[in-house]
């Protein structure tokens, strides 16, 4: 059974980077055609998808948020990471590690439990 | 973008009703749709993929339909653990751009 499993400051000022790790359990990230995902939901709102990493390392971000990311893997440590640049209030979300099951289908089959981050000073 | 229109927002029925969820794209996006459930605190679950296909564990009563633009999801006879929030998900081309939920609440 995969679990993933999001670690990283639940707070972070202004301005700051955001640095968040998800560790997998249950299955390698640099095996099988999974796309290794990060996605936010806003405080009462909606869910944004933010982007993912394959395990060759070759990324896809969200345009509106692709000058601020960069997202990296550990296959060392079985671990893949976000950083989000230069973070204000609106960044301030619970942020979920989830699998893309890949082979074109675009779905999201394990999540980790989420992380809330509020960005404030 | 590809924009997802979700309806209703929110919604009330009672236990062993039959609901449905709409969900309309801004472009044709074929059958790349999907649905989840999320419950309060925890990570939404994927319930159904590519418009109909039923993820592993998921029970019969929910089905989902359509292609194109417009797409259902329908639970047949509610249970109380049904009761929670529903978001759809195009899968067509990133960004994948969710709905904006519908919360099913206990009438």
């Known amino acids: 059974q995969v679990q993933l499993q999001e670690s990283g400051p639940g707070l972070v000022k202004p301005s700051q980077t955001l640095s968040l790790t998800c560790t997998v359990s249950?299955?390698?990230?640099?095996?099988?055609?999974?796309?290794w995902t990060w996605i936010r939901q806003l405080p009462g709102k909606g869910l944004e998808w933010i982007g993912y990493?394959?395990?060759?390392?070759?990324?896809y971000y969200n345009p509106s948020l692709k000058s601020r990311i960069t997202m990296s893997l550990d296959t060392s440590k079985n671990q893949f990471s976000l950083r989000l640049n230069s973070v204000t209030a609106a960044d301030t979300a619970v942020y979920y590690c989830?699998?893309?099951?890949?082979?074109?289908?675009?779905?999201?089959?394990?999540w980790g439990q989420g992380t809330l981050v509020t960005v404030s000073s | 973008d590809i924009q997802m229109a979700q309806s209703p927002s929110s919604l009330s029925a009672s236990a062993g009703d039959r609901v449905t969820i709409t969900c309309r794209a801004s472009?044709?996006?074929?059958?790349?749709l999907n649905w989840y459930q999320q419950k309060p605190g925890k990570a939404p679950k994927l319930l159904i993929y590519t418009t109909s296909s039923l993820q592993s564990g998921v029970p019969s009563r929910f089905s989902g339909s359509g292609s194109g633009t417009d797409f259902t999801l329908t639970i047949s006879g509610l249970q109380l653990e049904d009761f929670a929030t529903y978001f759809c998900?195009?899968?067509?081309?990133?960004?994948?751009?969710f709905g904006q939920g519908t919360k099913l609440d206990i009438k």
């Open positions: 998900q195009q899968s067509y081309r990133p960004p994948y751009i």
């Open positions: 472009q044709n996006i074929g059958t790349f």
């Open positions: 990493i394959y395990n060759s390392g070759n990324s």
């Open positions: 249950g299955g390698s990230i640099s095996r099988g055609a999974f796309y």
């Open positions: 989830a699998r893309d099951y890949g082979s074109g289908l675009g779905s999201f089959d394990y």
